[in-house]
């Protein structure tokens, strides 16, 4: 079992910047892909970033690219989610999750996550 709580959501100006933290618990860290996801209300969950066990390789959803960065610290236990240039559209709850995707690789897929925080809520105002 692996344990997943997010932090860092909150009020933000659009332009404005945030940084989302996912701190990992239970099972060795380094053993799983991370993921953020985003909803919207009335919305299907969105992939916003991957990365790989170790950082390797990292992927990003179309709508945030070169707005946000994916991290992670293995020895923190942590994955990261630096928001730049925030819009109005990512106004979203933020998932962070992990999954058991083979070594060096990313997912994008939801289906490929076995674990999900609770969720931050992330709110852009125009």
């Known amino acids: 079992q692996v344990e997943l709580v997010e932090s860092g959501g909150g009020l933000v100006q659009a332009g404005g910047s945030l940084r989302l933290s996912c701190a990992a618990s239970?099972?060795?860290?380094?053993?799983?892909?991370m993921g953020w996801f985003r909803q919207a209300p009335g919305k299907e969950r969105e992939f916003v970033a991957a990365?790989?066990?170790?950082?390797?390789?990292?992927r990003y959803g179309d709508s945030v690219k070169g707005r946000f960065t994916i991290s992670r610290d293995n020895a923190k236990n942590t994955v990261y989610l630096e928001m730049n240039s925030l819009e109005p559209e990512d106004t979203a709850v933020y998932y962070c999750?992990?999954?058991?995707?083979?070594?060096?690789?990313?997912?994008?897929?939801?289906?490929?996550?076995?674990?999900w925080g609770q969720g931050t809520q992330v709110t852009v105002s125009s």
């Open positions: 999750a992990a999954g058991r995707v083979e070594f060096a690789r990313v997912a994008v897929s939801t289906a490929s996550y076995e674990y």
């Open positions: 239970g099972r060795t860290f380094s053993n799983y892909a």
């Open positions: 990365i790989s066990r170790y950082g390797g390789s990292i």
